[in-house]
């Protein structure tokens, strides 16, 4: 392999210079990524680099313009930034391509970088920039060594190949902030045209608040890490993908709407791979915000059709979607509205007078794919979730797992295996049993599979509180389901 060396730094220099840097820096202000929370889709670009090439320390950073500011960490705890010296990252933000350094000590520049002249001793460092769609080069994906080394032009591409997921990851988080704002400002137009003065400017500022609820949800990871506590209500899940090296294209969510109100959805993107979470999160951002506005499901649905559809970057992914809204009920149960998008049915499950379960599939009459057509449409169903009643969703991972003989599971094989539960039904066991039925299936020709439990506990079910359970083997490099639990007094 022949020696590899860091690419030439060719800055321009004087007035040029100056205006090159400006222009840089007004694309990453245009970004609004600088000191946000830890997102986790960018940390899981860390863990993967670092994982894939086998070094101790892998970083996402923005170039700032005096500081290094590291949007994501792995191996390197405690450091947010650094100043702006030469020879690293500020070094590497000027190319195009991936710098390679095989040895910090032999280069003249490098050299003299804290990282590599201080305690930490960086002895190897590679690092590919992270370039717009419009060619502005925002910050760098790193990888750092303690020992000199060299890799090779496929791993370089590789590298190239990550920073273009985070690339990717911003866009979309772009994106989504217009398509919400250009939606708050046509309504909050529309009611101003209805309403008096007063009542217009109440709106307003829901709305304004709506935004600002919106993006702070853009910080979020594809999947939620906990699910809250819902006053009443037992809620579980779980999420796996098919492969560890992949990421993947399911999504759920639980979260308030107001008035005591609740929405949750779950659904499952076309494809594999950091395109398809690309269009998860931009999913899951759209549904979110679409829900702040006006809750009701279809019109949720409706929502995100538009967006993919607008989104250029969605190209021509779909998705499939349930999307459901809780209403609070006197017997102490929820009246529960769900609207379909192509999506496998719910079922519902409720105890019958024998001590058994009946089983329902909880379809509604059309429901076109999200993101497929203009003039998709959407039905929604509403149920009764009594006391001692479960509801699961699932993506078709669960339905299209093979058994032991070849055969998919389908729908006859979960009604079987449902209507063989105990009553009442409690959603962390439903989830739980529901898990242990995946473990006994062939890991051969597996999907992703994402599932979500809701049940309403009977009253001596749970007299000190609701319990909340999460089954989260959501990462991909996670293999095993983990229990979690949150009681609310």
């Known amino acids: 392999m022949p020696e590899q060396v860091s690419p030439p730094v060719i800055a321009p220099s004087g007035p040029v210079a100056g205006s090159v840097e400006a222009a840089?820096?007004?694309?990453?202000?245009?970004?609004?990524?600088?000191?946000?929370?830890?997102?986790?889709?960018?940390?899981?670009?860390?863990?993967?680099?670092?994982?894939?090439?086998?070094?101790?320390?892998?970083?996402?950073?923005?170039?700032?313009?005096?500081?290094?500011?590291?949007?994501?960490?792995?191996?390197?705890?405690?450091?947010?930034?650094?100043?702006?010296?030469?020879?690293?990252?500020?070094?590497?933000?000027l190319t195009d391509d991936t710098t390679v350094i095989p040895d910090t000590l032999l280069d003249p520049v490098a050299c003299s970088n804290p990282l590599v002249a201080g305690p930490m001793g960086v002895r190897f460092y590679a690092a590919a920039p992270i370039i717009t769609v419009d060619g502005y080069r925002l910050g760098t994906v790193n990888i750092l060594d303690t020992r000199p080394r060299e890799i090779s032009e496929e791993d370089s591409a590789t590298l190239a190949d990550l920073a273009a997921v985070v690339r990717d990851q911003l866009e979309l988080r772009l994106s989504a902030l217009h398509v919400v704002r250009a939606e708050q400002e046509r309504?909050?137009?529309?009611?101003?045209?209805?309403?008096?003065?007063?009542?217009?400017?109440?709106?307003?500022?829901?709305?304004?608040?709506?935004?600002a609820a919106f993006a702070s949800t853009l910080q979020r990871t594809l999947v939620p890490p906990v699910l809250p506590a819902v006053p009443g209500l037992e809620l579980a899940c779980h999420y796996k993908t098919a492969?560890?090296?992949?990421?993947?294209?399911?999504?759920?969510?639980?979260?308030?709407?107001?008035?005591?109100?609740?929405?949750?959805?779950l659904g499952?993107?076309?494809?594999?791979?950091?395109?398809?979470?690309?269009?998860?999160?931009?999913?899951?951002?759209?549904?979110?915000?679409?829900?702040?506005v006006d809750a009701d499901p279809t019109a949720a649905l409706n929502a995100l059709?538009?967006?993919?559809?607008?989104?250029?970057?969605?190209?021509?992914?779909?998705?499939?979607?349930?999307?459901?809204?809780?209403?609070?009920?006197r017997d102490g149960g929820f009246t529960v509205t769900l609207a379909t998008g192509g999506h496998p049915p719910a079922y519902h499950l409720?105890?019958?007078?024998?001590?058994?379960?009946?089983?329902?599939?909880?379809?509604?009459?059309?429901?076109?794919?999200v993101g497929a057509f203009a003039e998709a449409s959407f039905a929604s169903r509403t149920l009764h979730l009594a006391p001692g009643q479960g509801l699961l969703l699932y993506t078709d991972g669960l339905t299209e797992a093979r058994t032991a003989d070849g055969h998919m599971l389908a729908d006859t094989g979960l009604l079987d295996f449902l209507a063989r539960r105990p009553a009442p039904v409690s959603a962390g066991a439903l989830i739980d049993d529901t898990v242990a039925l995946l473990d006994t299936l062939p890991d051969t020709e597996r999907d992703d599979v994402a599932l979500l439990a809701?049940?309403?506990?009977?009253?001596?079910?749970?007299?000190a509180g609701i319990t909340t359970t999460v089954h989260s083997a959501?990462?991909?490099?996670?293999?095993v389901s983990v229990g979690q639990e949150n009681r609310r007094p």
Not at 187 to 211: G, M, P
Not at 315 to 325: K, L, M, N, S, Y
Not at 354 to 369: D, I, N, P, S
Not at 474 to 479: E, H, L, Q
Request: charged content about 25%; some cysteine.
């Open 24 to 93: 840089r820096m007004a694309a990453v202000r245009r970004y609004d990524i600088l000191d946000t929370p830890p997102d986790g889709a960018y940390d899981r670009v860390a863990a993967l680099a670092a994982r894939l090439f086998e070094v101790p320390v892998a970083t996402v950073t923005i170039v700032d313009e005096d500081r290094i500011w590291f949007k994501a960490t792995h191996g390197l705890e405690g450091v947010t930034e650094i100043g702006r010296d030469p020879g690293l990252c500020a070094s590497a933000v």
């Open 187 to 211: 309504r909050r137009i529309e009611q101003e045209k209805r309403q008096a003065e007063e009542e217009a400017r109440q709106r307003a500022e829901r709305d304004k608040a709506a935004i």
């Open 350 to 369: 409720s105890p019958t007078e024998e001590g058994g379960v009946r089983v329902e599939a909880v379809r509604a009459k059309g429901g076109m794919l």
């Open 454 to 463: 809701l049940s309403v506990p009977t009253a001596d079910a749970a007299p």
């Open 243 to 265: 492969s560890p090296q992949e990421v993947g294209g399911d999504f759920y969510d639980v979260f308030p709407v107001g008035g005591g109100r609740w929405a949750f959805f």
């Open 268 to 292: 499952d993107v076309c494809g594999k791979g950091a395109e398809a979470a690309s269009v998860t999160s931009l999913t899951r951002y759209t549904l979110r915000a679409a829900a702040l």
């Open 474 to 479: 959501a990462a991909p490099t996670a293999d």
């Open 305 to 329: 059709n538009t967006a993919l559809l607008l989104d250029a970057a969605v190209g021509t992914r779909f998705c499939t979607a349930i999307f459901g809204v809780l209403d609070p009920a």
